[in-house]
């Protein structure tokens, strides 16, 4: 039986991911439409800081995924189709900070931003922001997971393997 990761590097992980979460909170609370008409350079180092800390996030989640037995007895599936939701809603909200940012950069740089937004910005905007909240839920809920002691537990392995095995093989005809 494998152990399980320790109580200090877990809390350490923790609360680094929910630190990265509160400064995506932060980021979104700041980034409404009054600052963002602002500057281009507020817009830019907006969309840079969110960006980064995605990525950090993804990457923090993706160390823990890796970390657990069922990773390193070779059980990708099994991870990934657990903790699906929280990989494809990364994703898009991904695609939809950059695409959020990239369109308002390029609006503040034409003057559409200085009285009105236009509507498919702020139809991003909605879309962003709806994301967010899903993703937030997501990421809180796949950390928590993680910390499942199954993950490092061989035997639990075996049996998830098997069960998953046995269902994909071919049914009698009856």
């Known amino acids: 039986m494998a152990d399980p990761p320790s109580t200090g590097c877990y809390c350490c ?11 995506d909170i932060a980021i979104n609370v700041l980034a409404t439409k009054p600052f963002i008409r602002n500057g281009f350079f507020k817009i830019l180092f907006i969309g840079i800081v969110q960006v980064a800390t995605i990525i950090a996030t993804f990457f923090i989640f993706g160390y823990c995924i890796f970390r657990t037995y069922v990773a390193k007895a070779g059980f990708l599936g099994i991870l990934f189709k657990r903790f699906r939701a929280t990989v494809v809603i990364t994703l898009v909200y991904l695609a939809l900070t950059v695409l959020l940012h990239l369109i308002s950069l390029f609006n503040k740089l034409i003057g559409n931003l200085d009285n009105k937004w236009p509507t498919y910005l702020e139809t991003i905007f909605f879309f962003h922001r709806f994301t967010s909240m899903l993703w937030y839920y997501t990421c809180k809920r796949a950390i928590l997971r993680l910390a499942d002691p199954r993950f490092y537990d061989e035997e639990w392995v075996r049996h998830a393997f098997v069960h ?6 071919p049914k009698p005809f009856n």
């Open 13 to 23: 992980i923790f609360s680094s991911m929910a630190s990265l979460l509160i400064q």
């Open 164 to 169: 998953h095995e046995s269902s994909l093989a």
